[in-house]
């Protein structure tokens, strides 16, 4: 069965996901089709639980669906601010949230450890759009959305436009 995207407002996405103990064939196989519905989402970066799975597992092309370049798979990835980096703001959109962006605050600097697919170890620093996309999908991992990271009267007014859609789909 093709994957596809939970989206807001799910309970799915705010439950933390469990550590990958091994890296099977089926994890091999969940992070291909993620990858796919990823690119053929529009989207840089999608987490196993906006696919339905409580896993610590991401997949991140900040090159996009068109240039399908730096694809990365992150197990058990964990992110360390480093602090010489400041906090950035930048525009942040979700698969899991369509149709709505809003400007996050996140660290400018990270530093990622993780394993591959293949189990070996991954430790990199990442910064600018990477940064911000590795810490957008780890906190899917820790049942966060970026909406949980913008003030309340933006996400008063942002679950105000989610009801107003909900009861205008429900009059069609």
Do not use: W
Request: proline letters at 6%.
């Amino acid at each position: 069965m093709p994957l596809k995207i939970v989206t807001y407002p799910n309970p799915l996405l705010g439950k933390t996901s469990q550590p990958i103990p091994e890296v099977t064939e089926e994890i091999r196989q969940l992070a291909q089709e993620m990858g796919e519905l990823m690119y053929k989402s529009d989207g840089i970066g999608i987490a196993a639980p906006q696919v339905g799975e409580l896993l610590r597992l991401v997949v991140i092309d900040i090159t996009g669906p068109e240039k399908r370049e730096g694809k990365m798979v992150l197990v058990n990835p964990t992110v360390t601010p480093i602090m010489e980096g400041g906090l950035v703001e930048s525009e942040e959109g979700c698969l899991s949230v369509p149709d709505y962006r809003a400007k996050v605050k996140r660290a400018g600097k990270v530093h990622v450890e993780a394993t591959d697919l293949d189990g070996k170890p991954v430790s990199f620093d990442a910064e600018d759009m990477l940064a911000i996309c590795v810490q957008h999908e780890v906190d899917h991992l820790d049942g966060k959305l970026f909406i949980d990271r913008i003030s309340r009267l933006k996400r008063m007014m942002f679950e105000n436009k989610l009801k107003k859609g909900t009861r205008q789909s429900q009059v069609k």
